[in-house]
Structures are given as C-alpha cells and as structure tokens.
T-cell receptor, first 114, second 113 residues
Framework: SAVISQKPSRDICQRGTSLTIQCQVD?????MFWYRQQPGQSLTLIAT?????????ESGFVIDKFPISRPNLTFSTLTVSNMSPEDSSIYLC???????????FGSGTRLTVV | GENVEQHPSTLSVQEGDSAVIKCTYSDSASNYFPWYKQELGKRPQLIID?????GEKKDQRIAVTLNKTAKHFSLHITETQPEDSAVYFCAASGRGSQGNLIFGKGTKLSVKP
C-alpha cells in the first residue's frame, strides 16, 4: 500500500501569514485529496488535486485561500494563506491505494494560528 | 452532492458487548463505503470497507453490512475490547472508486472494562 510522508507535522503561525504543507507519496497516484479536520470534528474535503490541471475545490473553499500545487504524480502541496485563528485545524492529505485498497492518509499537520 | 449521516455520535458499551454504528448516504451513485478508526492525535486508519456489489463483509470481530436500496450501511464490532475505544468515521465515495470520500460526523466509542 502507498505510504504518505506529510510535513510539517505541526506548526504555530502568526495570523496573516501563510503555511505550505507538503505530501510525498512513495508511488504514483492519479489524484490526491486534501482534507481539514477541525478540533473534535469530522474530515471535510477541501479539494482534489490532479497532476497537470487545476485543483477542484469543494463548496466553501477557494483557490486564493488554499492554493494547491501538483507538479508530479507523487507530490502535492497545500498552502493556507492569510491565516486567521479560524484556520487552526489538522490538515491531511489522502490518496487512493489501488482499486481495492481504499484510501490512506498522511499523518496530518496540526496548525495553530495565534 | 453526497451527504453522509452517522449515528450515534457517542456510544458507550461494556467490554465484551457488541457495538453498532449506522450511516446513511444520499447519492445512489456512490459505490464504495469505508470505515475509519481514529485514535486521539493520530491519522484515520481504514478498518474495513465494502463495495456496492457486496451486501456484507467480515474481518474477525468487525463486519460491515450494506443495504443499497435503503442507502444505509452499518459497522458491527463484536466482543468489544478497551482498545476499540476511538472515534469511528463512515464515508462514501461520491464519484465512484476514483473519487473523493465524504465523511460522516463520527462516533466516539467508549468500551468500559
């Protein structure tokens, strides 16, 4: 199954700044997914990242706030821009692990905005 | 788009008892239904999944059932143990096997020794 390396694992950031989160997969995958998990809540899909095309954002999420890069089939970044305390969450990337393998998650980035 | 409802939000059982968590989904085109276990401070881990061409799947103490007609699926844990205590999330693939997952709100399961 695919292994995802996600970094940073955690960060404390000043409001108004930006943070870029990276996910590296040990195999080529068509799509990568970015999720947000607010404290004590479920996972909410932010966007789907395809290599070679613009990411597809879910309702309530916009590219200016959460720009995504997908330069190749093993790597993606999510940037949280112009952060406010409301952006404090865990951010996770995910990939599908083969046709019958389900979806696996990175270890998550715990972001605190002060 | 897909919407997944999960019940109950909290569940407390005695060690050795069974636990059942139920989910409903809205998109009849969804065809993949995984269950994840998330322990505090850790990433969600896939524990079992089922596809729409199967009605039931079992893996040791864990089973999942799917009723496509009613658009609901359930997680069954038998002989619960304290280490089963965690938050469990159901999900549905809103766009087929190559699509993204839409999650339920989660169930916090507590297994009392």
């Amino acid at each position: 199954s695919a292994v995802i390396s996600q970094k940073p694992s955690r960060d404390i950031c000043q409001r108004g700044t930006s943070l870029t989160i990276q996910c590296q997969v040990d195999s080529q995958v068509t799509m990568m997914f970015w999720y947000r998990q607010q404290p004590g809540q479920s996972l909410t899909l932010i966007a789907t990242a395809n290599q070679g095309s613009e990411a597809t954002y879910e309702s309530g999420f916009v590219i200016d706030k959460f720009p995504i890069s997908r330069p190749n089939l093993t790597f993606s970044t999510l940037t949280v821009s112009n952060m406010s305390p409301e952006d404090s969450s865990i951010y996770l990337c995910s990939v599908e692990v083969g046709e019958d393998g389900g979806y696996t998650f990175g270890s998550g980035t715990r972001l605190t905005v002060v | 788009g897909e919407n997944v409802e999960q019940h109950p939000s909290t569940l407390s059982v005695q060690e050795g008892d069974s636990a059942v968590i139920k989910c409903t989904y809205s998109d009849s085109a969804s065809n993949y239904f995984p269950w994840y276990k998330q322990e505090l401070g850790k990433r969600p881990q896939l524990i079992i999944d089922i596809r729409s061409n199967v009605g039931e799947k079992k893996d040791q103490r864990i089973a999942v059932t799917l009723n496509k007609t009613a658009k609901h699926f359930s997680l069954h844990i038998t002989e619960t143990q304290p280490e089963d205590s965690a938050v469990y999330f159901c999900a549905a693939s809103g766009r087929g096997s190559q699509g993204n997952l839409i999650f339920g709100k989660g169930t916090k399961l507590s297994v009392k020794p």
